[in-house]
């Protein structure tokens, strides 16, 4: 098992940057890819960005891509989302998530994901 515990959302104006941390501990090891998704009230979750395993291999969605940026120190068995130029859209509950994996391979879909963290609310004002 695994738990994911994440924090760093808060109340931000728009244009203004928050850094989000998700926290694993368990069962840990490097060889899980993290992911970040979020949900806004009255929407279904939609993927933000994606890591793999060993970092090499990134993705976001275009909604965030060249604001956001996604990385992971496995020393800390943590995951971070550095969240730039926040726009009132970016509203929403973020919630990271893991799955097992040894390769590049990016996962997009929320069912790929077994481990889930239960979110951090950021809210952008406009």
């Known amino acids: 098992q695994v738990q994911l515990v994440e924090s760093g959302g808060g109340l931000v104006q728009a244009g203004g940057s928050l850094r989000l941390s998700c926290a694993a501990s368990g069962r840990t090891s490097s060889s899980y890819a993290m992911g970040w998704f979020r949900q806004a009230p009255g929407k279904e979750r939609e993927f933000v960005a994606v890591i793999s395993w060993s970092g090499g291999s990134l993705h976001y969605a275009d909604s965030v891509k060249g604001r956001f940026t996604i990385s992971r120190d496995n020393a800390k068995n943590t995951v971070y989302l550095q969240m730039n130029s926040l726009k009132p859209e970016d509203t929403a509950v973020y919630s990271c998530?893991?799955?097992?994996?040894?390769?590049?391979?990016?996962?997009?879909?929320?069912?790929?994901?077994?481990?889930w963290g239960r979110g951090t609310q950021v809210t952008v004002s406009s």
């Open positions: 998530a893991a799955r097992h994996s040894y390769t590049e391979t990016y996962y997009i879909l929320a069912h790929e994901y077994l481990y």
